[in-house]
């Protein structure tokens, strides 16, 4: 018995780090797009949900799970993955539906009613009272069974370790281990609210408005998702439950040891062309030094958009015009960015393709 | 006030049909019971607030597996805020010196010290639902035509809700506060031109003088100092309980009314 539960840790705690975590999320997401009109069975997606709620509950009988987890500013997060699972399998759910009606030729189940209305009052008034009743019963309770946190007094001399920006920004936080803050904490947030700004205005396909569907918006919803789920859900768990001080990893069921030393030995795009492949000193000038950083970076975004056109958006190169398809390129380049770096250095221990710190341009 | 029995009428009044008899009453209720499609009616359209509804909406839009009554959760939990915040306005005062022990009476004496409970995790709640709201527009193709730019209205919400909760999370002047601020703001240092680390800021030169420094750069506007101190938490409680409400309120009107006027909660054509 003991060893199948060290055995578990054990595979609990290699599936956890980042390196897994984060391809393993993606893998099930793909597979769940895929076979969604299996996976959202209920009773194939109903043992799963209990699986984890198993694997939660089972593990809060190891000491230091149970202190991350129900850390009282933790509690919105353990929230957030449940309604998460839940809605998703909620939308697909209610997608295959309508996919499947609509290959018989029926109408989607929104169309049930036709143009059916009802009365604001009292039907809407009174779905609305009810939720808020039962909205503010929920956050009486919530307010009166955990008392909110405040710790020592604010001092400017004293860090903690690790320091923790707010839970919802912790997915930020967490992609600045691949780049650099002007990247991870500037630039990257900008383009996704800009992206998110131009999805009306790039996705011109006119199905799917007003109903769930899935094989009528397959590459919109895909790429969403991969973005919600992968690079901000996954992140922001990642960086609340698996990032200890120094932002080291540490396990769910680890101990977040201050003095844990992580041997340091990422390297740059140019010490592995100068020093590694020409065996010779690095370059003083920095033109000179980064070069095959800055072909690389070149050659991503310029033969990205062309390997894009001729595979996954061989179909939206055709139906969009220029401009369209050249912001949809550029915000799916960005996109691509970071799981590029994160492959990097997953696989090569890269530190940075381009480091020019004269000028604080590292990428 | 008592009304004249009408003759007529074999039931007795109850107490309740005498105070809508009232003058008063009718003054501020100008319709009848709503037990009649006209009445029903009226009681949406002659009411400031239920008005921004329509009279009618389509049965599809307001099912509940369709909506997840996300964006009304999330309105819900802005306006609990909002009352919450004001009563916790009450107590703290937004100075180095007091903030602290003013959140620390809230916990131990004040009466209404609840309030600090409900407005942190209602705050909390308002980011999951405005993502869950997001989400859920998203996954019905809420955004498509006519709707694209109310999804923008949106995106600009989304981010007042997360700037909202990110100038609160400072107000406590505790540990966890200043430096989850210290860290969130470091981002501002490095931002390319405007940060004093961020790139090709060092180009921006007068007379052989860099423009851009730890004193004058974006991050040093955000927190009127190089660190956070004293002002930052000036700066970030007028933004808190003033500017970024004021201007999500205003969003919020231009939301909803958008919602109507682009035909209501989304349905298959
Ligand atoms: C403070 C934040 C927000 C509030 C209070 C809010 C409130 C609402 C409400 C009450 C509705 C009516 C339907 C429903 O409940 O789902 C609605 C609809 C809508 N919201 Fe929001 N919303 C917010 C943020 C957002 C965000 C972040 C987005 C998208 C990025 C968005 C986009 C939309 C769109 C496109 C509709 C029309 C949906 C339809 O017709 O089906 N809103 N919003």
Redo the contacts between chains.
């Keep these: 018995m003991d060893n199948v539960l060290a055995f578990l840790r054990w595979i609990v705690t290699e599936a956890a780090a980042p390196k897994l975590l984060v391809p393993l999320v993606f893998v099930a997401l793909i597979l769940t797009l895929k076979y969604y009109r299996v996976v959202t069975k209920p009773r194939v997606a109903g043992p799963i949900g209990l699986l984890i709620v198993v694997f939660l509950v089972g593990s809060c009988f190891d000491a230091n799970f149970r202190k991350i987890i129900t850390k009282a500013?933790n509690?919105?997060i353990i929230?957030?993955l449940f309604?998460?699972f839940f809605?998703v399998w909620?939308?697909l759910r209610?997608?295959a539906l309508n996919d499947e009606a609509a290959e018989k030729g029926e109408?989607?189940l929104?169309?049930?009613?036709k143009?059916?209305?009802?009365?604001?009052?009292?039907?809407?008034?009174m779905?609305?009272l009810i939720?808020?009743v039962g909205?503010?019963a929920l956050?009486?309770f919530?307010?009166?069974g955990?008392?909110?946190?405040?710790?020592?007094?604010?001092?400017?001399a004293?860090?903690?370790n690790p320091?923790?920006?707010?839970?919802?920004?912790l997915g930020?936080?967490e992609m600045l281990v691949y780049y650099?803050?002007?990247y991870a904490?500037?630039?990257l947030p900008t383009m996704i609210?800009v992206g998110?700004?131009a999805?009306?205005?790039i996705?011109t396909?006119?199905?799917?408005?007003?109903?769930?569907?899935l094989v009528e918006?397959k590459f919109a919803?895909s790429v969403?998702l991969i973005g919600?789920i992968v690079f901000w859900i996954a992140l922001i768990t990642i960086g609340t439950f698996l990032r200890g001080p120094n932002w080291n990893f540490f396990g769910p069921y680890d101990y977040w040891d201050v003095h844990m030393s992580v041997p340091l030995k990422n390297i740059n795009i140019s010490e592995i062309f100068w020093v590694k492949m020409l065996k010779q000193g690095m370059p003083e000038a920095w033109y000179v030094r980064e070069l095959p950083g800055i072909v690389m970076v070149i050659a991503f975004v310029m033969i990205g958009p062309l390997l894009l056109a001729k595979t996954v958006l061989k179909k939206l190169f055709k139906q969009l015009d220029i401009v369209r398809f050249s912001v949809v390129v550029t915000l799916l380049l960005f996109m691509i960015s970071l799981p590029a770096k994160m492959l990097g250095r997953w696989l090569f221990n890269l530190k940075y393709v381009v480091y020019i710190p004269e000028?604080?341009?590292n990428l | 006030m008592a009304s004249k029995a009408s003759p007529g009428k074999p039931k007795k009044k109850g107490l309740f049909d005498r105070v809508r008899d009232t003058q008063i009453w009718k003054s501020i209720f100008r319709h009848g019971y709503p037990d009649t499609q006209r009445n029903r009616a009226l009681a949406v359209l002659s009411n400031v607030f239920l008005h921004l509804h329509p009279v009618r909406v389509r049965k599809s839009g307001i099912a509940l597996s369709f909506t997840w009554c996300m964006g009304g959760v999330t309105f819900f939990l802005f306006l609990v805020e909002a009352v919450t915040g004001i009563l916790l306005m009450f107590y703290y005062r937004p100075v180095a010196y007091s903030a602290y022990n003013d959140i620390q009476e809230l916990r131990e004496t004040i009466p209404l010290g609840m309030m600090r409970e409900l407005h942190r995790w209602g705050a909390h709640a308002m980011v999951l639902t405005v993502w869950l709201h997001m989400f859920r527009v998203f996954m019905t193709g809420s955004y498509k035509p006519p709707r694209e730019f109310n999804w923008v209205i949106g995106v600009v919400l989304l981010l007042l809700t997360l700037l909202l909760s990110f100038t609160g999370y400072l107000l406590p002047w505790d540990q966890l506060a200043i430096w989850a601020i210290t860290v969130g703001s470091n981002m501002a240092r490095a931002t390319p031109l405007q940060g004093h680390e961020g790139p090709f800021s060092q180009l921006l030169t007068l007379d052989g003088e860099a423009l851009v420094t730890a004193g004058s750069d974006v991050r040093f506007a955000l927190l009127g100092g190089r660190f956070v101190g004293e002002n930052a938490l000036l700066r970030f409680y007028v933004l808190h309980c003033v500017f970024i409400p004021v201007v999500a309120v205003t969003l919020m009107a231009v939301h909803f009314w958008r919602v109507r006027k682009d035909g209501g909660i989304s349905g298959p054509l």
């Design positions: 500013d509690i919105p929230l957030l309604s998460v809605l909620l939308s209610r997608a109408p989607p929104e169309a049930r009613f143009r059916e209305t009802v009365l604001v009052w009292p039907d809407l008034v779905i609305e939720v808020i909205l503010t956050l009486a919530w307010a009166v955990l008392p909110a946190p405040l710790e020592e007094p604010a001092s400017a004293l860090t903690p320091s923790k920006a707010p839970w919802y920004f930020l936080q650099d803050p002007w904490g500037v630039v609210v998110l700004m999805i009306p205005y996705d396909n006119p199905k799917g408005n007003g109903y769930y569907t918006r919803i969403f919600f000028y604080f341009i």
